[in-house]
């Protein structure tokens, strides 16, 4: 503390109001992430995610989330958008229609060109695709 430039570090500190002290609150890193993940969850469905063509140029489908989340998250995107029919024929996304949760379920419906066909399954095949679910306060 005599010297310039001195630090002082610390770390594992529970601060508390009051004359008792309770028990310092250890949590695993698992608790820590899980409690994270009800604010903000960023997903990669991968390949595989299985949806279905609602309309020509919409798709629809749901990802389980890892945790409960706070509140139902609004969502987005990040990263790369593409789709394949289930006959193989690329669609091209345009960008989210709409997205809605409850806090355990996303629901994501995307639109895109005009190359499906109502009632066909659909699937993601881009692993670059990210949905960004945020439930901040």
């Known amino acids: 503390y005599t010297t310039n430039d001195a630090t002082f570090e610390l770390t594992g500190v529970q601060l508390e109001v009051g004359s008792v002290a309770t028990d310092f609150e250890h949590r695993s890193f698992g608790q820590e992430l ?3 993940q009800r604010y903000f969850n960023k ?10 063509m609602y309309t020509s140029s919409a ?9 409960e989340m706070r509140a139902s998250p609004t969502i987005t995107n990040e990263g ?24 355990t379920t996303a629901r994501i419906s995307l639109d ?26």
């Open 34 to 36: 899980a409690l994270c």
């Open 43 to 52: 997903k990669n469905p991968q390949y595989g995610r299985i949806g279905h």
């Open 59 to 67: 798709i629809a489908f749901t990802m389980d989330l890892p945790c």
């Open 80 to 103: 790369g958008l593409y789709f394949a029919r289930q006959n193989g024929v690329a669609l091209g996304l345009t960008g989210i229609n709409h997205g809605s949760a409850d806090t």
């Open 112 to 137: 895109v060109n005009s190359n499906g066909t109502a009632g066909e399954s659909a699937f993601i095949w881009s692993g670059a695709t990210f949905y960004v679910l945020d439930a901040e306060l």
